[in-house]
C-alpha cells in the first residue's frame, strides 16, 4: 500500500512536532510495517529555473531549435526539439550530469545534427510529475531564474510503501491510515463532509440481482447512478498528482476517480459509458465458456462459478476484479453509469484465481471492505464528477440491503493482563478502543463492545486485547521468566515428527536432497496415483493446475528430477518428508516419507563397472530408515502387493504383522512414460510404524576369540516365498543360540530351471560366529540342521539336494 505524506495531510491534521520518523515507527508498532520512504524530489536536485533569452532554427534540422538559456549565472545553449518553446518562456533546465528521473539517463554532453548542447529543457513526463511529454514545462513568469526548482516549487513529499496483512483490509486506503495515526496521539482527523446530491431525474439503467438462494450472498447490495451531458476530461493537477505518486498512469478523469477514491477512501468502483449498456445491468453467474475481454486486453474464458456483472447482451464486468473493455468510459463518454458494489471475499477471490487476474479492486474486495462506503463512495464520487466533469446526476438506484447488523462482544479488562501481559486500568483501556472507533459500554462485569464496520477482523475477545497493545506499545509488555516446573520440558516433537526428522537425517546421510514441494497436484497427476481413493478439490486453487491435493508424494519428486535433468543436473536422489491426502476427513491425511533416485549408481570410478540405480538401491535406503527408526529387521515381510503406480514386477510392500510400513520399486512404464523418466522409490507411512520406540538400545560391543565361519545352504521353495522370509529366519536363530552368533546372512544365488513347476532354488551363505570356542564338526552339524528345519517350519523350503 503506498501513500504519500500531502496524500495522508487530506485525512488527519498531524502534530506540528511529528516528522516522518515518528510516523514510521507508529505505524511499524502497530503492525503496518514500513518498507520503505521515498522522496522523489531528491531526484530534482540539479534541476534548475531559467529562462529562454533566444529561439533559433537548428542548421541542419528542421523540427530542432537552437536555445539559449539564461540560469543565473551563465547563458546555456540547449538543442530542443519541443513545439511549444519561445522566447522568454520561463523552463526547467537540466544540466550536463543530471539524471532524468522518468528514464534513469545521466546526461551527457554530445552532438545532436552537429550541434553541442550543454543541458536540456525538461517536461512534466520527464521530471515524472505529470503526464504531459508533447512540451517542455512552462513555468510561472515570477519563477526567479537560478534557483533549484524543488525549492521554488516546494515539491517535497515522502512516499511510503507499507506491507498489509490480510486481516487488516481497513488499512488499504489512506483514510485507514490516518485513522490509526489518529488513535496513537499524531494527530487529529478531519472529517471530510460532502453535499448529499438528490438526482434531477430517474436512471435510465437500473440494478438487478440475479442470484438463486445459494449464491444470493454473493452480491448483498450495489448501488449506483446516472450521470449524463459530462464532459469526460484530463484530470486536474492535484488528482493526477496524487496518483503519479503511488505509481499510477492518469487516464482520464472518470477512470482516475474511480482510482483515487480506491485509493483514498478503500472503496472500489466501477464506470459504464451509458451508451454501451443494453437495457439495465444485472448481477449474475456467468455461463459456461461465456468470454469477456477485460480492461487489461486479455480475453477470459468464464465459468458458472464466475461472478459477473451483465446487460442483455453478455459480460461488462468481471465481479469485484475488472471491467471490460467494450463497455469502459473513453474521452468521448458524456453518458455514464456508476457501480458501487458490495462483493463477498470468497467470490471476488475466486474470480482472481481460477482466472489469473491481480487488480488494486481485488485486493480490498479480499480484505474486507466497509459496508457503508457503498453509499459513502456514490456521494464522493458524484460531486467530484460534477464539479471536474459537468453534467447532471440522476437519483440512485439500488437493488439488494444494506445489513446495519453491528458485530457486539462481551470483553472482561482483565483479559489483558491475562492474555496481553500488561496492566491497565478499564477507563484507558475504554479510551484505547474508543480512539480506534469501537462503541464502549459498561456493564456489571464487563464491556459490551461494538466493533466499527470497517473492521470486520474483529470478532472475539483476544481480538480486542490485541488492539489495546497495538495502541499502548509492545514495548510495554514486561518480561518474565518462566518458573521451574517439570511441565515446560515436554517434548518439542511428537511421535511422528520425531520418526520423520529420524528418516529425514537417514536419508540425508545417504545422499538424497531434501525437498520441498506444494501439497497440490494437477487433477491428471494425481489419478495415477489415487488407487480408489477419492480426489481431494481445492474450492479456491492457487491455478488449475494446482487444484487437488496429492494423494503421494511422488509425483512432484518425479516433477522435479525431471526438472534437474532439463537443466542439466543428472544422477539424483531426492526425499521429502510430509503430509500426503486420501480423503477429505483428518483421518485420510498421513504423515509420509517418500525418496526418488534415477540415473547412474556411485560416482564414476576407472576401476568400477558403470550402471544405473535400480530396486535393490532404493530397498537399501528404505530398510536404513526402517532400521534408524527402531524396526526389527528380522520382522519384515516383503509381499508382493505394491500399488498399481509401481512395476508389477520389480517392487513390493514392507510389512509386519497386520501393518503395510510402506513400498518399493521401480515405478510403473507407462507411468514413467508419462513422466518421460525412469526412477526407482519408495513410499514410507510412519504412523504404521507399530510401537512407540524410535530408536534401536545400544548393545555392548562384543569381542570374538574366534575365527567365524561360513556356511553355504540351498533351499528349494515356492516361487510365490520372498528370499527375505528366508534371510529373517535364519537372522533369528542366531538370536536364541548359546553357540554361535548369526553375523551376517546373504542371498548369492537365485535358480529356477522351468517356471511351469511355479518353484525356485535360493542359495545363502551364512556367516556364523561361535561364541565360546571353535565348534567341532558334531556342533557345526547341530547348527546347520537347526537352520534346516527352522527354515522348513517358517517357509515350507527343504534343502535342495
Excluded at 540560469?71 to 537540466?94: L, R, S
Aim: aromatic letters at 8%; one cysteine or more.
Amino acid at each position: 500500500m503506498k501513500f504519500s505524506l500531502s496524500w495522508l495531510s487530506d485525512h488527519i491534521k498531524l502534530n506540528s512536532e511529528i516528522d516522518i520518523d515518528q510516523i514510521s515507527r507508529a505505524l511499524t508498532n502497530m503492525g503496518l510495517e514500513v518498507e520503505s520512504i521515498e522522496n522523489p524530489s531528491l531526484l530534482l536536485e540539479k534541476f534548475l529555473i531559467g529562462k529562454i533569452l533566444e529561439v533559433n532554427k537548428h542548421p541542419n534540422a528542421d523540427r530542432l531549435t537552437i536555445c539559449k538559456v539564461d540560469i543565473g549565472n551563465k547563458a546555456c545553449e540547449v538543442v530542443c526539439g519541443a513545439p511549444n518553446v519561445v522566447k522568454n518562456m520561463k523552463v526547467v533546465f537540466a544540466p550536463i550530469g543530471a539524471k532524468i528521473p522518468s528514464s534513469g539517463l545521466v546526461l551527457k554532453k554530445k552532438e545532436i545534427r552537429g550541434v553541442k548542447g550543454e543541458g536540456m529543457l525538461c517536461s512534466e513526463k520527464e521530471l515524472n510529475i505529470g503526464e504531459d511529454a508533447n512540451g517542455i514545462i512552462e513555468l510561472d513568469r515570477d519563477a526567479p531564474v537560478g534557483e533549484l526548482f524543488v525549492n521554488w516549487k516546494k515539491t517535497y513529499d515522502y512516499i511510503f510503501d507499507i506491507a498489509i496483512t490480510p486481516n487488516r483490509g481497513d488499512c488499504a486506503s489512506v483514510k485507514g491510515i490516518a485513522r490509526e495515526l489518529s488513535a496513537v496521539g499524531l494527530g487529529q482527523l478531519i472529517d471530510t463532509k460532502y453535499t448529499k446530491i438528490k438526482g434531477g431525474y430517474k436512471s435510465p439503467i437500473k440494478w438487478e440481482i440475479d442470484l438463486d438462494k445459494k449464491n444470493e450472498h454473493l452480491v448483498p447490495y450495489v448501488k449506483g447512478r446516472y450521470f449524463r451531458g459530462l464532459k469526460n476530461v484530463r484530470s486536474p493537477e492535484w488528482l493526477q498528482k496524487k496518483l503519479i505518486s503511488i505509481g499510477l498512469k492518469p487516464i482520464s478523469a472518470l477512470v482516475d476517480l474511480t482510482n483515487y477514491l480506491t485509493f483514498d477512501i478503500g472503496r472500489p468502483l466501477h464506470v459504464f459509458d451509458a451508451s454501451k449498456i443494453k437495457g439495465n445491468l444485472k448481477m449474475r453467474m456467468a455461463k459456461n465458456n461465456e468470454k469477456i475481454i477485460a480492461l487489461d486486453g486479455n480475453e477470459y474464458s468464464l465459468n458458472n462459478k464466475n461472478l459477473i456483472i451483465a446487460d442483455d447482451l453478455g459480460p461488462k464486468s468481471i465481479a469485484g476484479v475488472m471491467g471490460g473493455i467494450d463497455s469502459c468510459c473513453d474521452m468521448n463518454t458524456i453518458d455514464m453509469f456508476l457501480e458501487s458494489a458490495l462483493f463477498d471475499k470468497g467470490a471476488v477471490a475466486y474470480n482472481g484465481r481460477s482466472l489469473n487476474i491481480i487488480s488494486d479492486a481485488r485486493y480490498r474486495f479480499e480484505r474486507g471492505v466497509d459496508p457503508n462506503s457503498v453509499d459513502i463512495g456514490v456521494e464522493i464520487f458524484s460531486n467530484l464528477v460534477l464539479e471536474i466533469c459537468g453534467g447532471e446526476v440522476s437519483e440512485e438506484v439500488f437493488a439488494g440491503l444494506l445489513s446495519k447488523q453491528e458485530k457486539t462482544i462481551k470483553y472482561r479488562p482483565s483479559q489483558l493482563l491475562r492474555i496481553g501481559g500488561i496492566e491497565l486500568d478499564i477507563k484507558s483501556q475504554k479510551k484505547q478502543l474508543k480512539r480506534l472507533g469501537f462503541q464502549v459500554v459498561n456493564k456489571n462485569n464487563y464491556l459490551e463492545v461494538i466493533s466499527p464496520p470497517w473492521r470486520n477482523d474483529i470478532n472475539v475477545e483476544a481480538d480486542l486485547v490485541e488492539e489495546i497493545l497495538r495502541i499502548s506499545g509492545y514495548e510495554n509488555i514486561k518480561s518474565k521468566f518462566l518458573t521451574f516446573d517439570h511441565r515446560n520440558f515436554k517434548a518439542a516433537l511428537n511421535l511422528t515428527e520425531n520418526r520423520a526428522k529420524i528418516a529425514r537425517d537417514t536419508l540425508a546421510r545417504r545422499g538424497l536432497l531434501e525437498v520441498v514441494t506444494f501439497s497440490f497436484l494437477s487433477p491428471k497427476d494425481s489419478r495415477m496415483f489415487l488407487n480408489g481413493s477419492n480426489m481431494v478439490k481445492l474450492e479456491n486453487p492457487i491455478s488449475e493446475d494446482l487444484s487437488v491435493m496429492r494423494p503421494s508424494l511422488l509425483p512432484n519428486l518425479i516433477n522435479y528430477l525431471s526438472k534437474n535433468i532439463r537443466n542439466g543436473f543428472f544422477n539424483n536422489g531426492i526425499f521429502e518428508a510430509s503430509s500426503v491426502f486420501l480423503g477429505e476427513n483428518v483421518k485420510d491425511q498421513k504423515i509420509c516419507i517418500s525418496a526418488v533416485r534415477e540415473g547412474r549408481a556411485g560416482s564414476r570410478h576407472w576401476a568400477t563397472k558403470e550402471r544405473n540405480v535400480d530396486i535393490y538401491d532404493i530397498k537399501l535406503d528404505a530398510i536404513e530408515v526402517l532400521n534408524a527408526l527402531g524396526v526389527d529387521e528380522t520382522k519384515i515381510k516383503l509381499l508382493k502387493k505394491a500399488p498399481s503406480w509401481y512395476h508389477p514386477g520389480k517392487s513390493g510392500t514392507f510389512s509386519i504383522g497386520k501393518f503395510d510400513l510402506g513400498y518399493f520399486g521401480e515405478i510403473h512404464p507407462q507411468i514413467a512414460q508419462f513422466y518421460k523418466l525412469k526412477v526407482v522409490c519408495f513410499e514410507m507411512f510412519l504412523e504404521n510404524i507399530p510401537g512407540r520406540s524410535i530408536e534401536k538400545p545400544k548393545s555392548d560391543f562384543k569381542f570374538y576369540s574366534v575365527m567365524p565361519i561360513r556356511r553355504d545352504f540351498a533351499f528349494l521353495l515356492d516361487e510365490e516365498v520372498m528370499s527375505n522370509s528366508i534371510v529373517n529366519c535364519i537372522r533369528k536363530i542366531g538370536t536364541k543360540n548359546k553357540l554361535v552368533d548369526v553375523l551376517e546372512v546373504s542371498v548369492f544365488d537365485v535358480y529356477q530351471e522351468d517356471s511351469n513347476k511355479k518353484e525356485k532354488s535360493i542359495g545363502v551363505e551364512v556367516l556364523l560366529q561361535p561364541l565360546i570356542s571353535t565348534l567341532n564338526e558334531k556342533q557345526i552339524i547341530e547348527v546347520s540342521e537347526n537352520i534346516i528345519s527352522q527354515v522348513r517350519k517358517e517357509t515350507g523350503a527343504i534343502l535342495r539336494t
